[in-house]
């Protein structure tokens, strides 16, 4: 148990280290700064009892536990020979820059993590090391020995010095490892001027961003990594280390000791506090005398309240006046607001009075404006008056080219009637000559002749027939070929009539699935399943407000009559959706796509609730604004920025959108409901085309329907029915166009046949024709063969002009065939142009009266819509006045109800008011003569009680909290003297254990009482009866091992993962010295986590130890920027 006590006594030492350091951070450098030691108390102050109390307990602790930790000690060193100490993950020091800083222009010393020697002549900066780490970590300028501030330490000839040390920061236990890394950079930066900043940097960014300039930050890494620069202990500097060695007292030894150990820092600490009691302790003392006065306060005070309580009866009338009072002016009150209920009453009959009013200027005005769009739908009808002129103007182009044709073929035959009439001429002349030619042949020839004649006769007779059999079948076969087209022309309109009915029944069916979808689910009419789409819009994470949507359910239509407009105005817009922020666009997207909306409308827009007034027109024209109900505020804003419904104007017909943009200013786009778009232009043109109707699957077909979904979905069903019966009728008619077709083409195929068969028998009756005429010629003489021969050229002509008069003739038949009928229709149109006519003039006649009808109507309605507003407007005052008073009664009546309970009374408030004053002023005249009023003496009284009360408990709390910090103070201050005497005994048994390492014997002798340390050593190890030297009497070898040896006992009880010792061999011979060091190295190496800088003007061997890091210093001068360093 022993054992553990004194390790726990060491562990808590190295603890305290660090954790008080915060506490007093040391102010920031200055050009001018002259830092000095202030003289510090070396323990808490205690009664000299206590002080013998505590001597008697070390001296006990002491013979105790000397032997134990004897042990510990011997076994620790032991150890240290068998194995090498952790490096340290943080807080040691990896690099060094010094740029113009005491004598070095530019120099970087590179240390390693355990021990490092930095060696060199005098005058080769190897101080100005240490004094850099102190500068650069926020050491004070004093405890460095070299300056009384900053700007000492700036090279001579240079405005500005600078000092950067890395710091290792890797580990579990690293500082703040996710900002700046494995490594920190801090940087000092001080000029001749006074000025001072520091630069912190990490390696992460490989130091090149700055991450803190602030003092306070470095005191954070420091403390985190108990980093003690001004600790004399942790840096030993060659000045406080010859004093040290030379001329140290017992006093300075003690004070050191103190120091090191950070046992001033707890003792500083604790003497604040005991002076805080000691003030605490006074104060109680000067409040505790205010008691009596105050109770001499509350005393006196209770005598003048029962003095002035006589006084109370008095007042108790005053009292029973003011509740009477109170219900006196409630009465009045009552009054005052039946009267103005009943002018509420009376201000709502007569709104109602100019409503029904205004309802039947209203009712008047729609029987006016059904009339007009009675009329207006009738012109709209008719109004195809140019379309019927365009088609009596195709007409009359079509009939004029078909006349001309008609012209140019009549002429073309009587050309031929004329060449026909010379080709008979010329023929019957030939005939003629040909028979007397013949009449004078021989009478032997004339059988062979009249046979071939006849022959001929017969051939020519056969071939007429069977041409006109050709041409008849050719005809027949062209007929039928026309029907055939005809039937085939007519079975593909009925192919496409089945085709367009059986869409048409798709989307009816489609239109049922939806409405019944809509029925269950009255948001899917604006998409499919929204319903569940909305789920997913309510559970996602936005970025900016929840997704607004669809619009189309926060808007309705008030008048039906203008549904299929707004379908196709603002169709698109109800199925859209609103985010305001834009990153929610593309994950409201992918949610209503996997819902099965694709290319869903999403508008990003601000909530910008503007005030749009001043884009409307006037009152008496129709916006979609003005026809819709729009539940939300900022669905309206929306629909204005995406359809400007606030400034589109509507009417009924395309004739009062052109009235309106040629009458009203400001209005630029009407739309009608017959289905038109009129737009003027800011240079005077106007433009109007039609609006395309929404296809039967569009969903928008549902929107603004004021029909129930049950009727809706009834009216479909009997559509469906209607198409699919229809359906149904079209096969038969197919499969009858189908047979007729056949048989037709099985008729002309027939008539092909018989095509054929004629026309071979008409190719041979030509060739029995020209053989006959052949063998004509070959009888007949010459004359009469050279007259044949014309003759038949004749007939050929005269058979060519047949044959192309039979084609015009054909033509001029289709020509008036196709003339007949245009000249109906020609006709038709013309009749239809002068009922139009006459409609219009009708309609004209009609809407002149209609018009100043509505227009009177419209006065009307203004008129009592004047009377309305100004009857509403009376109400609402009345209304508010009655609100008001209403509210003050009830105000009043709870007010009075505070005070008392009702009370019937007959006086008036001012005869009331007249009494109470006059109590009130005997009372006056009493507290004149008394100095205060009855309230001001109760208030008094319990002012005096407070007071006397509130110091009591004051004082009680006061002393209560003194106690618990007297008791914690004395259990501190015994831990303290706990903690010195664990320190106290560990320190005698290291020291005694390092001059054992040499051979030489000694002891420290702490007198706690006179706050002096005392070293014993005995050099003479040959003779064991030798006296103790006192330090002084030592060599300065020897003096210089018991220093190092007091050191490294010291260093045993220290925290801080640094220690820096500069020229500690000063005074040391040879061996001293290699023995010294060999103790420094083995324990060094040997110690966890810690790091040495030792610094020494003599050479240091390479091969002292492995992982030993020595850097020789060279004359700066050399203008060297990096120093080597030999490993050993």
Known sequence: MAKRAANGAVSEAESVHGSKRARHEQPHDSEDEHEEEEPRSTQPTLTQAQRDLAIGDDEAFEAKYRDQVRREIEEKGARRAQKTGEIAEYGIIEKIELVNFMCHARTTVQFGPQINFVIGHNGSGKSAV???????????????????????????????????????????DAYRPDIYGEAIRVSRRFTDKGSSSYAIKGAKDKFKKTISSKREELTNITDHMNLQVDNPVVVLTQDTSRQFLASSKPKDKYQFFLNGTSLTQLSDEYET??????????????????????????????GKYREAQAAQQQSQRVDDLEKELAWAHMKRKKIQMEALVTDHETGKKNVEKAQSHVDGAKNELKKAEDEINSVNQQEAEDDNAGSLEEQRRRIREDMKSKKDRLREAKSQMSEMNNALQQCNSAIKELTEKINVEEAKLQDDRRGLREKLNSDMERVSKQSKIEESNLSECQANIKNLSQLIQTKQTERREVIDSREKLREAITSVQHNIKRLEDSQRNAINRFGSNLHRALVDIDRHAWKGQKPLGPLGQYVDLKDGRWAELMRIYLGGLMASFAVTDARDREPLSKILQNHGNTQPNIIVAEVDLFDYSRGEPPAEVLTPLRILTVKHEWVIRLMINSA???????????????????????????????????????????????????????????????TGSDEQIRIEREKLASLEEEYKSIEPRLNEIDTEGKAMSMKIRELQKSETNIRAKVFKLKDERARLNEQAEEEAPASVQGLQEARKEE?????????????????????????????????????????????NIENKRKLEPLLERRLMAVKKVEHYQKKLEDAMKDLEEAAQAEGIVVTEYDEWLREALTISQPIE????????????????????????????????????????????????????????????????????????????????????QQFSYYLGQRGYRGSIDFDHKSHTLDLRVITDEANPHAKDKDPKALSGGEKSFSTICLLMSLWEALGCPIRCLDEFDVFMDQVNRHIAMQTMVSTAKASDKKQYIIITPLDVSSNIAAGVRIHKMADPERGQTQLPYVAA
């Open 130 to 172: 240490l004094s850099g780490i102190a500068i650069a970590l926020g050491g004070r300028t004093a405890s460095t020995g070299r300056g009384t501030g900053l700007k000492s330490f700036i090279k001579e000839g240079e405005n500005a010095a600078e000092v950067a040390i890395t710091l290792k920061n890797e580990g579990p």
């Open 273 to 302: 506090i005991l002076e805080s009691l000691k003030k605490t302790e006074t104060i109680l003392q000067s409040k505790q005398t205010v008691v009596p006065d105050l109770k001499r306060q509350f005393t006196e005070a209770q």
């Open 644 to 706: 400007f419904i606030e400034r589109t104007c509507l009417t009924r017909t395309r004739a009062e959108a052109q009235q309106l943009l040629d009458t009203v200013q400001g209005v630029n786009v009407v739309l009608s409901a017959d289905l038109m778009r009129s737009q003027k232009y800011p240079d005077g043109g106007f433009f109007t085309s039609g609006m395309r109707k929404l296809r039967s699957e569009d969903r928008a077909n549902w929107y603004f329907t004021a």
């Open 795 to 839: 007939e050929e002509r005269k058979q060519s002009i047949l044959d192309q008069f039979k084609a015009v003739a054909e033509r001029e038949a289709v020509l008036n065939s196709e003339l007949k009928p245009l000249v109906e229709k020609l006709d038709n149109i013309r009749k239809q142009a002068e009922q139009t006519e006459r409609r």
């Open 905 to 988: 009374t007959d006086r008036t408030p001012e005869s009331i008011d007249a009494e109470i004053e006059i109590i009130k002023k005997a009372l006056r005249d009493r507290e004149r003569r008394h100095g205060q009023s009855i309230e001001e003496i109760a208030q008094e009284v319990q002012s005096t009680q407070e007071a006397l009360d509130k110091t009591r408990q004051e004082l009680k709390s006061i002393k209560s909290f003194n106690k618990g910090l007297q008791l914690a103070m004395n259990l501190r201050l015994d831990t303290w003297h706990i903690f010195r005497r664990h320190i106290s005994l560990r320190t005698k």
